[in-house]
Structure formats: structure tokens, C-alpha cells
């Protein structure tokens, strides 16, 4: 596999890529897995954001009026495009982002997958239903039409699957698009750009501006954007609310953190609950919004999952992304700062260690550290290792003997994404269901994976009520009622005190 430095080929508007003269912003992405390799030098303009967005918008009528079918034929040549790339985007994805080849994999085959679903499957959602008699006589009618141009922010984690679940169904519902990456994964967003290009839709249609924070701030700020779809930490999609609270025309989808828990019952079939927990504390390194941060255990077979754990977390393979281990690097340096803290705050904070999490020297050098595992004596709302989102594969283990404390610990986060429940006990599933404050509840399965065919988002800090995956289409569209009256007119309807009388000229 080559490595060799990416040519940057500039934002992607009015359907070609742009290079500034004199760029505002510049920055350098090594791979977190290999310090000494650099994956791609991009730059940010200013300039192009609001060239870009204007791009976007004289697309928008003819897009939006082309029809779904004729769209269609558009992404019917994207499937086949995403899956010519397929292997270039998984290595783009493993390079700029440390996650292990073969999970880089999964996710650019999602690509395809993603338009397969939305056509199949989400589009049903908005499409036209009539209300027979929604007043007396009269039939009824909802129809979705498009919002107009959609800004997309993305996250690292995910760079091309977690865009394209919002670019996607935007486009297909007739919104134009700007996406903005991740500053860590302009690679991937360039390479996203090149394929819509290659798909050739037509122009403005699919925009692209590369940035850092200033470049956010200035495009869910711009005044022609209609809905910023974003994914991405609690802090900035609270700035992001902040930055258009009277921006009263736009609609915003936010998929922010999450602090998720699992319980393990008594009942629970434990050789499964081990794996699938394993599964969710340690994936992606933990860089998943979906991690399981917290497991909460029935006393009576504590013993047995904490060992069985513990032997398994221990082994994990942690590497480079071309050795298909299990954990890849940290993205970043700072995020193995960051990581390391949590430990000693741990520490500090009387956790319990069982596993203490570690920076690891391999060669290459990256961002490499280990697993950790802090068991918890008595769950503390204000302790900060128990609250935050770490973003890296910690987890704490609680010990409970009834579910009322199990229920407790599970809620008391300012976050709600996703809960899992093991259990053979379809009752306490039915419970978790109804008392968690979440948007996903999951029986005897991990808290990460989602399913495009599902709605995903939280409650609480982890979202704004606007689900995104199978429930994209909702936000990407304005729902219009339309009163369809084809009688013809009749005095015996009119209202007292009118008196009318048409007069034909
Ligand atoms: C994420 O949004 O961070 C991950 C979602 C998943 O685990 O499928």
C-alpha cells in the first residue's frame, strides 16, 4: 500500500475544485498511527465558504425540481462510483484516522449501503399521503419538499459514513449540500468530493469547503444556508445553537456525546454479555459517540464477567491500521493527553483500578495507549471521571443488587444516547425502554453499530430531538399541507352574514 502525501486539490464548488492564492488557514494531518507520515497539507479560505454556499443555492430550484426519479438516476451512479473507491476510501479512512484497516473497511462499504437504504427504505417515510376528507368534502394532503442548501458537518470518527448519512437523504429529498470534514480528515472529504464529481452531478449540487474552526463558525453562521446537519462533540453543537439562535429559517440536527451504560443482569447468557461489551467499551478505540463508558453488574455474577473482562481487554491486539488489530491509534496527540488524564482524575477521584490505561510505544510511532478498566464503589453524579466523555476505551464497572440503583446509575448523565440491557427478562428490556433517558435501548446487544434502517440520536445532551440515520429524511424536508377542494362552489356552505352574489361580466 502507498503512502505517499496526497496532493490537496482545494474546496469543490460550482463543480470543479477550487485552490486559493492566498489561503486564510493551513494545516498539516499525519496519520495517527505513523507520526512521520503525512497524509495531506490542506488549506481553508475564507472567501470560498460563502462562494461555495452561493454554488449550493443556484443549484437548489433546478435540483429540487428535477424530481426524485431523475435524482435517483444520480445516486444510482454514486453506488456504483462509492463501490469503485471502495478500497481507497477504507485505506483514506484507516490512514487519517488510526482505526484498523478492516474496520475502515465496514465503513466505506456503508457508503453504498447508505443510498440502497434511503431509496428502500427511509424514503417511504416522506412520501405523499392523502387524507381523505381532512375537512368535510374536502381531501387532504402532506407532501415533503426540500428545505433548499444543507450545511454538513462531520466528525473524525466516522468521516465518510456519519457525512454521508446526512448527505445522502439531503440530496435525495432535493436539498444542496456544503460539507464541511473534520479539520483531522480533510483526506476523506476530498476523496468524498472526488467521487461526487466523477458521479457527475450536476454543478453546485455537492460542495465541499475544508476548514478548521473558523471555517465552521463562518458557514453555519452564512445567511443562505438553510439547515446545518452536524455530528460532532455537545460543546460545539451548543456553539453551534448559540452561534443561530436568530437564525429562526434554519433547521439543525444535532448528533452530539454520549456516556453510555450497559446493565448485566443475573440471568444474562455472560459469555455473550462479556464479548458484546468488550465490543462496545473498546471499539474505535472508544472514539465512538455509541462507546459503552459505564457497566453496571448484578453482584451475584460481578465476579465472573469483572474476570472474564478483564482477561479479554488484557489481550487485545493494538496497532498499526495495516495490521488489522483490533484497536488502532488515538487521532490525536491531544486526545492521548487527554486520555492519560482521565486515568490520574480516576485515580484521584478513589476509582478502583483494574486495568490502568497507558501510552504505547510501538514502531511507527502514533498515538497508540491501552485499554483501561476503573471499578467504581459508589456512583458519584458530581465525580468528573464517572460524567465525561473520554473518547478513548476507559470504562467503569458498578456492582448493584437491585435495578432501581441499576436505573439510577444508567440516568444519571447528562447524556442519553444508548442503553443496553442483558437480560433474559423481556420485562426489565420493556423497563429499560421506558425509564432510560435515551434515544436507543438495545436487548443483549453492544451499544455501538446502529442501524441506518433505525432512527439514531439522542436525548439530553446527545442530541436535539431530530434523529438522524433512517429518520434523516425528516429534518432534510419541510412537511406541507395542501387542502385539494375540487368542488365546485356552493352557496349552502357559505357562513352567516355574507351576502354574496357573482356577477358575470
Ligand atoms: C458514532 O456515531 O460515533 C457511532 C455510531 C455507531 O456506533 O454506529
Not at 11 to 29: E, H, L, M, V
Not at 171 to 183: A, E, H, I, Q, R
Request: hydrophobic fraction near 35%; aromatic fraction near 10%; charged fraction near 25%.
Amino acid at each position: 500500500m502507498e503512502t505517499k502525501t496526497i496532493e490537496f486539490l482545494g474546496d469543490f464548488y460550482n463543480g470543479s475544485f477550487q485552490r486559493a492564492k492566498n489561503p486564510d488557514d493551513t494545516w498539516q494531518i499525519s496519520s495517527p498511527s505513523d507520526k512521520k507520515d503525512t497524509v495531506i497539507c490542506p488549506e481553508a479560505s475564507f472567501q470560498h465558504i460563502e462562494e461555495a454556499v452561493a454554488s449550493a443555492r443556484r443549484a437548489f430550484p433546478s435540483w429540487a425540481h428535477l424530481g426524485l426519479e431523475k435524482r435517483k438516476e444520480y445516486f444510482q451512479r454514486l453506488i456504483e462510483i462509492y463501490q469503485k473507491y471502495e478500497n481507497e476510501m477504507a485505506e483514506t479512512i484507516a490512514r487519517e484516522t488510526g482505526k484498523p484497516l478492516w474496520e475502515a473497511q465496514t465503513e466505506a462499504k456503508a457508503l453504498s449501503g447508505k443510498i440502497n437504504v434511503t431509496i428502500n427504505h427511509s424514503l417511504k417515510r416522506v412520501s405523499e399521503e392523502k387524507v381523505p376528507d381532512a375537512l368535510p368534502g374536502v381531501d387532504g394532503y402532506v407532501r415533503y419538499k426540500p428545505r433548499g442548501v444543507m450545511a454538513v458537518l462531520g466528525p473524525f470518527n466516522f468521516p465518510a459514513h456519519l457525512p454521508n448519512g446526512h448527505i445522502v437523504p439531503a440530496l435525495l429529498t432535493g436539498n444542496t449540500v456544503v460539507f464541511k470534514p473534520s479539520d483531522k480528515t480533510a483526506a476523506v472529504g476530498q476523496l468524498m468530493a472526488k467521487m461526487f464529481a466523477e458521479a457527475e452531478f450536476p454543478e453546485g449540487v455537492f460542495n465541499l469547503v475544508q476548514g478548521r474552526g473558523e471555517t465552521g463558525k463562518r458557514l453555519v453562521a452564512s445567511h443562505q444556508v438553510d439547515g446545518i446537519l452536524f455530528t460532532g462533540s455537545y460543546e460545539v453543537g451548543l456553539k453551534i445553537k448559540q452561534e443561530t439562535l436568530t437564525h429562526y429559517w434554519k433547521i439543525l440536527a444535532l448528533e452530539m456525546g454520549g456516556k453510555n451504560s450497559a446493565i448485566v443482569w443475573e440471568d444474562a447468557d455472560l459469555e455473550k454479555a462479556v464479548y458484546e461489551n468488550i465490543v462496545g467499551a473498546y471499539l474505535t478505540s472508544g472514539q465512538r459517540c455509541s462507546a459503552t463508558s459505564k457497566i453496571i453488574l448484578h453482584k451475584s455474577i460481578a465476579d465472573t464477567f469483572l474476570e472474564n473482562f478483564y482477561e479479554t481487554a488484557k489481550k487485545l491486539t493494538i496497532g498499526h491500521w495495516k495490521e488489522n488489530a483490533f484497536m488502532g491509534a488515538l487521532v490525536s496527540a491531544d486526545s492521548v493527553d487527554n486520555y492519560l488524564r482521565f486515568q490520574e482524575i480516576a485515580k484521584r477521584e478513589g476509582a478502583e483500578c483494574i486495568m490502568r490505561g497507558k501510552a504505547l510505544d510501538l514502531s511507527p510511532s502514533g498515538n497508540y495507549v491501552t485499554p483501561s478498566i476503573y471499578k467504581i464503589k459508589e456512583f458519584d453524579p458530581k465525580s468528573v471521571y464517572q460524567q465525561t466523555e473520554i473518547f478513548g476505551p476507559s470504562v467503569s464497572i458498578y456492582t448493584v443488587n437491585d435495578l432501581e440503583t441499576a436505573f439510577a446509575i444508567a440516568n444519571g448523565s447528562s447524556y442519553g444516547l444508548v442503553h443496553s440491557v442483558f437480560t433474559k427478562d423481556r420485562s426489565i428490556y420493556e423497563k429499560a425502554l421506558l425509564d432510560i433517558r435515551v434515544g436507543l435501548v438495545n436487548w443483549n446487544r453492544t451499544t455501538n453499530g446502529a442501524s441506518s434502517k433505525l432512527p439514531f440520536g439522542g436525548m439530553k445532551k446527545s442530541g436535539n430531538d431530530r434523529p438522524s440515520a433512517d429518520f434523516a429524511v425528516y429534518y432534510c424536508t419541510v412537511p406541507v399541507a395542501s387542502l385539494e377542494d375540487l368542488n365546485p362552489f356552493s352557496k349552502e356552505k357559505m357562513f352567516p352574514g355574507i351576502s354574496y352574489q357573482f356577477h358575470q361580466k
